[in-house]
């Protein structure tokens, strides 16, 4: 059976989220590898045992996979982000011509992004692109096993759970985590995943 493994993840010191922040948040993410796991381990098991008596279990189990499953891909958009440093916005590639061909500017899309992010509750704001329809859409998911859209590539993706930052900030003041998220952001690791997106 194939075992999945945390990656590892070289973030520099960042401006506004300690490394304390970042310890907390990984081990977060290796839970989820650890999960995933375990459930698929449970599923196989029960399977061997006797798979009409604990059919049930069995869909149950299967059930919670999507949690655990996109928690730890979600993560692994995340984290790449701060890699190698923080670089200059995107202004004039074809990133910002796509974007600012669906949200009228750059400037308007990175206030439409940061608005999203401040959504009541917890979740993702993503920019992903829509294959199909060639265009970008930013958008919130509460809970990343429900909600997520098919189909789409994942260009930008900033964690909105209160784990991400209450090492550093109190839930009021998660506007100061948003702002601390695009001041590290590596715009090339968007840059990049566009590019590999277009095909």
């Not at 990133?95 to 009541?120: E, P, T």
């Not at 429900?146 to 189909?151: E, M, R, S």
Request: include cysteine; hydrophobic fraction near 40%.
């Amino acid at each position: 059976m194939h075992t999945y493994e945390p990656k590892s993840f070289d973030i520099p010191a960042l401006d506004g989220i300690s490394q304390k922040q970042i310890d907390v948040h990984l081990a977060l993410y290796q839970g989820y590898v650890k999960h995933i796991n375990l459930l698929r381990e449970q599923i196989a098991d029960l399977t061997a045992v006797d798979p009409q008596k604990y059919a049930f279990a069995i869909e149950s189990t299967r059930r919670r996979i999507g949690f655990e499953f996109n928690g730890m891909r979600m993560h692994e958009f995340y984290f790449p982000q701060w890699e190698g440093g923080s670089s200059d916005e995107s202004r004039g590639s074809a990133l910002d011509a796509a974007v600012s061909q669906k949200y009228g500017s750059w400037d308007n899309f990175i206030a439409h992004f940061k608005q999203v992010g401040m959504s009541r509750g917890s979740g993702w704001c993503t920019l992903v692109w829509d294959v199909a329809g060639k265009t970008p859409h930013i958008y919130w998911t509460a809970d990343h096993e429900l909600g997520t859209l098919a189909d789409v590539k994942v260009l930008l993706a900033m964690d909105m759970w209160e784990h991400a930052y209450m090492v550093d900030y109190i839930p009021a003041e998660k506007a100061k985590h948003v702002e601390a998220f695009f001041k590290n952001l590596n715009w090339q690791a968007v840059e990049n995943r566009f590019a590999q997106a277009q095909g």
